[in-house]
């Protein structure tokens, strides 16, 4: 469903030149979930970026549902393509409602039926038909990013990208939000890419996952790995034993105790 091969990106030139992505290939198959992990301004967010067109100097190949992705995208192979963002508050525009929010992707794509698509989506994403003319500031977190999950889904995309869809909000509601993502890829066989700095994010969602550190893939490891923490990479180990963290850390303390 999606390939990626070669892609790299700099920013500036010269002395201050960032090679923000250094020959990165990947593959997620039809309906998989795939997890780009990685410290802050390891890469992760400038590859979906590439894909839906906002960083537009990549160099390398990107192949979307068997079509070769141009540089400069257009309105009909958007559609396809949808991206959730870190911050549902600051993605959401603070003077429309979650109606007029909803229907602006279908009106710029020229679907039809806007009230039926707008009543089902509403309930697709757990929130009724009285959250329709309500504002982003009468919502909570969760709620603003179900908002934008759904403005995402009313397009019946196939592809959905995730950066950070869960990072602004506290950890029951996090929790939530991956349980509905979950749910809605099974519903409409979707494929993610998500985003996260946290291996266990990730790990709640996706199949296969890739460990980025400093504009490269240094691994990618598989559920199993996952779960078993049978992984090469110590940057990755790393990451693995932050993931399994905090019970561990507390388990030690109480021994040392003890
Ligand atoms: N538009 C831009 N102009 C200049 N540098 C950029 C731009 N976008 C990203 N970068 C740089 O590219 C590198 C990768 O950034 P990116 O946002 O992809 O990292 P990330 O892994 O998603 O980090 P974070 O988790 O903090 O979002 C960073 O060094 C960043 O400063």
New binding site residues.
């Given amino acids: 469903m999606i390939t990626i091969e070669n892609l790299g990106i700099q920013?500036?030139t010269g002395q201050s030149a960032?090679r923000?992505l250094k020959d990165v290939n990947l593959h997620v198959g039809e309906g998989e979930s795939y997890g780009l992990v990685?410290e802050?301004?390891?890469?992760?967010?400038?590859i979906l970026r590439a894909m839906v067109g906002i960083n537009a100097h990549w160099t390398g190949r990107i192949e979307v549902d068997g079509e070769e992705l141009s540089h400069k995208r257009t309105v009909a192979s958007r559609k396809h393509m949808q991206m959730v963002f870190q911050d549902p508050y600051g993605s959401l525009h603070p003077r429309r409602t979650i109606n007029d929010t909803l229907k602006e992707p279908l009106i710029i794509h020229k679907l039809d039926n806007h009230d039926d698509r707008i009543v089902s989506i509403l309930e697709e994403v757990g929130l009724g038909p009285d959250y329709r003319f309500r504002y982003p500031h009468q919502l909570s977190g969760g709620q603003r990013q179900r908002v934008a999950i759904a403005r995402a889904l009313i397009l019946e995309p196939r592809v959905i990208l995730l950066d950070e869809p869960t990072s602004a909000l506290d950890v029951s509601v996090q929790a939530e939000i991956l349980n509905l993502l979950s749910a809605l890829r099974k519903a409409h066989g979707l494929t993610y890419i998500m985003?996260s700095?946290d291996l266990a994010v990730v790990g709640h969602l996706c199949s296969k996952i890739a460990v980025?550190n400093r504009g490269e893939i240094i691994e990618e490891i598989s559920e199993e790995q996952l779960r078993s923490g049978d992984v090469s990479h110590d940057y990755t180990r790393q990451l693995w034993t932050a993931s399994q963290g905090y019970d561990r850390a507390a388990l030690q303390s109480f021994k040392e105790f003890a």
């Avoid at 802050?40 to 400038?46: A, D, H, I, R, Y």
Wanted: glycine fraction near 26%; aromatic fraction near 6%; charge should be positive.
């Fill in positions: 920013f500036g960032i923000a990685g802050s301004g390891s890469g992760k967010s400038t985003v700095h980025m």
